[in-house]
């Protein structure tokens, strides 16, 4: 990108430092102003450009596809948390960008996707936050799926250190990279013979568990568990996410996850749930944002807290009205089964 600085003919004098007096701030005022104007406008000029980068460099990142090498390091995952065979449940519809919000649409008919083969471990610490939670279940794919620079992943290493990070291959080694912005850790290099990985396919928030129980010197991230009922998973639903204003929650194409039920009422949902929210109040409608109870009502706001939309306000007297969907997790990789509607297992 080429900035070009154009003549201006407001400046007509220069000053040297110290030699005006009060007399000439008349003058020295207006040029000040016009350059911190100029600063600001090029500052921001350079912040989109740097975002463009940096979404383009992601973007190439998950392009390049990285066989795991199967280091033979046992991942050590319960099997009692397994599933074999891919899952259908129901997708209920999209959630999109508006100019002011998000808005839900739910389909009249849903259609089935399907969650690949996996495994549930449990999410230790707050490295994978705002993405997954201490006490939260990380689902991740068989050691058959292929994983691509930039996925989550969870990696056992030789001397059992358990980490969820994002990935990048570097030579030899793997470059292991925690997501938390607001408790930044350093990079993790790992050899790539000393560990073994898996993809993480999405999070499941509820039920949670204690994960505080890390008596190793080791630092870990997640530990295998053998009370992870696949019932939790389904019987919940998708909703598919279009563009990216829930990153880094979920991104464009991923799905969240709601119960298959008619919605929740106000008095159920939890202060800072993530929620869809279908409300008559006017400006509202269906949006999928996080709850908070105020005396006023319910107030809502942006998941993004990088590109945030103003709060919303539920009034009290129309609460009664309003229908909840509370999320429930998150899908990084599914598969579509539109054209192959059947019963859902």
Known sequence: MHFKIESTNEVKRVLNRGSHGLSEAALTKPVVLTCLDRLRMFHEMYKKELQRLEKDFLHTL????????????????????????????????TAAAKPDSWEVDFAEVPTLMAVLPGNAVLVVGNGMEPVARDGQWALLADEQTEVEEGDLVAVKCVDNSKLLRRISSH???WILKAINPNDPKPDFCVPKTESSLRKVLGVLFDPQRSGRNNNSDKPVEWCPRGDFDIKWLKKLAGVQVLEDS??????????????????HSYSEVKNGDLAVIDSSTE??????????????GCILTSPNQVDPHPPLLIPRDELDKAKFWVLK???????????EYTQVD
């Open 246 to 263: 829930l990153d880094p929650i979920a991104r464009d194409g991923q799905h969240v996850l709601i119960d298959q039920t008619e919605g």
């Open 62 to 93: 998950r392009q390049k596809k990285i066989i795991n090498p199967g280091a033979g390091i046992p991942m050590g995952l319960n099997k009692e948390a397994n599933w074999d065979n891919q899952l259908s449940i129901f997708k209920y519809g």
């Open 283 to 296: 400006g509202i409608g269906r949006v999928i944002k996080r709850v908070y109870h105020h005396d006023l």
């Open 329 to 339: 997790g998150v899908l990084f990789e599914s598969i579509d089964l539109s054209d």
């Open 171 to 173: 030579g030899e080694e």
